[in-house]
């Protein structure tokens, strides 16, 4: 039987805003139904004395909802938390205290941080130190089956929250925050985590609590900073969610990964954390040690000039880019699932794509780290054409064209979609008109573009945009303004004008085995050998 979601509020800083934020809640409750919690982080109180708290206080008002609060952070608001552990302030408005854990009737645990970080002792009453994070962070870890917390409160940002996500504006995560609430995040694993202070509202994309392809799945993170109550700019300060207690859930249903997650922001957090150190950037990689063996039939690599590897003045190629954090692409990474891996050059390599819409559906990726064909080297858009070149004459050997997209938004390296259509299914004008239609219906404007003209014209470094290339050269663009649908380029080819496999729009369906995606490429290295330029003479 599937539990019932507990539906809860979030607050920023209140800052003695208390009739603002409750007829707010009134409105919200009147308009949605009621809801089961609220739960303010950052300042609840104004730094000077309100007599609109006293209405609150001595029961002349109350809040509409059983409303829990974090504690002070200066010592102006010190004196409204006589009890460290808790308590409560007035009709439905409950203190939780300077540190702890509280889990409702539901299963539904809350971790709270109250305060500001401090590194000196003796720690402020309006302040956390290294050793109120170290005994949180033993109380609730010490277990076996620990697997993380539902919420996590607490007034200050997390240092680093911005690493690998979407851009928190003028909040700069590397230079405001508390590393420790970075450290006690990590540790912690929240699936919500709430924060205020920095009067802005920042809702990061989630991410992920374990390294893909080490460790076993776990639930993803999602962080939300909310703005002050009342705010002139009118930043959201208030948000609603539903959540089913971690205790409750199925675990498959619980480790399920959003579209959108991105790679853990404090992944080296732990030491450097809780001392506040910046994290380092991974290693370069240089490019000799991107080469794998594959197959005892593949020969020598050669470089894309055609010089024998062993040249004893070979080419030194310029490095690439390097990764802000873990990627899935960069073939030096080792989250790169390499049994998919087909056919590697001298800056790209093939792959299987997973989930793919066909057998023999991969992807031209670059070896080191390039978020977009607008981003290459000129040596790597060369390699580039010589493998679409190349792919294209090898599907066309099997009675198929082949369509190359690419959707530069929300994507971290370089992934360029090759997806053979068999010519018996459907003529390249008909692909164009269903891509051109699709786009229609969805308010996408889906510009074409002259077929030899390079993105690089079109598109700068850093810019959203979605390309498709037909077989016969022709372009068609969309440049990325705000939202964009992430599976945009596979419905369109999955539907019945072109493959008729609608029910493959969505890679996760189409996912198999590791050792049925072994064998599928295994077969595509053995029928690609006879077109493959990488091989020696």
Avoid at 44 to 68: C, D, L, M, R, V
Avoid at 326 to 332: D, E, M, Q, S, T
Wanted: glycine share 6%; aromatic share 10%.
């Amino acid at each position: 039987m599937a539990q019932t979601p507990l539906r809860l509020l979030a607050c920023g800083d209140v800052e003695g805003k208390f009739d603002v934020l409750f007829n707010r809640v009134r409105a919200i409750q009147k308009k949605s139904g009621n809801f089961d919690l609220l739960l303010c982080v950052g300042n609840f109180f104004g730094s000077t004395t309100s007599a609109e708290w006293q209405e609150y206080k001595t029961g002349i008002k109350k809040a509409p909802i059983q409303t829990y609060v974090l504690g002070a952070n200066n010592q102006e608001t010190v004196k409204y938390f006589q009890d460290a552990d808790g308590c409560e302030l007035a009709e439905n408005i409950t203190y939780l205290g300077r540190k702890g854990v509280f889990t409702g009737s539901s299963g539904l645990q809350i971790v709270y941080l109250s305060g500001t970080e401090s590194l000196n002792e003796p720690v402020p009453g309006y302040s956390f130190s290294p050793k109120d994070v170290s005994s949180l962070r033993t109380m609730l870890c010490s277990t076996p089956q620990f697997k993380g917390v539902d919420i996590l409160l607490t007034s200050p940002w997390p240092k680093y929250v911005g690493n690998f996500g979407n851009s928190s504006g003028e909040v700069d995560s590397k230079k405001c925050g508390s590393a420790l609430v970075s450290s006690l995040a990590t540790s912690l694993k929240p699936r919500y985590h709430f924060a205020a202070l920095e009067k802005t509202y920042y809702e990061r994309l989630p991410y992920r609590n374990h390294i893909v392809l080490q460790e076993n799945a776990q639930h993803a993170t999602r962080f939300i900073a909310l703005a002050n109550v009342g705010n002139p700019e009118k930043k959201k300060y208030l948000y609603a969610f539903s959540i089913v207690p971690m205790k409750l859930m199925d675990a498959a249903e619980l480790v399920k990964q959003p579209p959108d997650v991105t790679e853990n922001p404090y992944r080296k957090s732990g030491k450097e954390g809780s001392t506040g150190k910046q994290f380092p950037a991974p290693e370069e990689e240089s490019a000799c040690q991107f080469f794998f063996d594959l197959s005892t039939k593949q020969g020598r690599k050669r470089s894309s000039t055609g010089r024998d590897s062993k040249s004893p003045h070979p080419k030194q190629p310029r490095k690439p880019p390097q990764p802000p954090g873990p990627c899935w692409f960069c073939l030096a990474s080792p989250d790169v699932e390499k049994h998919l891996v087909v056919n590697i050059g001298t800056h790209c390599y093939l792959a299987l794509a997973k989930g793919g819409l066909s057998d023999d559906h991969v992807l031209i990726l670059p070896i080191g780290h390039y978020q977009s064909v607008v981003e290459l080297s000129a040596e790597v858009v060369e390699e580039v054409e010589k493998y679409k070149t190349t792919l294209r004459k090898f599907f066309k050997s099997r009675g198929k064209r082949c369509i190359l997209f690419e959707r530069n938004y929300k994507s971290h390296h370089l992934q360029l979609q090759v997806i053979p259509v068999p010519l018996s299914r459907c003529a390249t004008d008909d692909i164009k008109d269903a891509f051109i239609t699709q786009a229609q219906e969805q308010q996408i404007e889906l510009l074409e573009i002259p077929e030899h003209s390079d993105i690089k014209q079109i598109a700068q470094p850093g810019a959203a945009y979605f390309y498709v290339e037909l077989d016969t050269g022709e372009k068609l663009f969309h440049r990325i303004k705000k939202n964009f649908p992430l599976q945009f380029g596979r419905e369109v080819l999955a539907s019945e004008a072109i493959l008729n496999i609608p029910d493959k729009s969505d890679w996760r369906q189409c996912q198999i085995s590791k050792e049925e995606e072994e064998t599928l490429a295994r077969r595509f290295r053995k029928d690609f050998e006879p077109f493959d330029f990488t091989l020696d003479d």
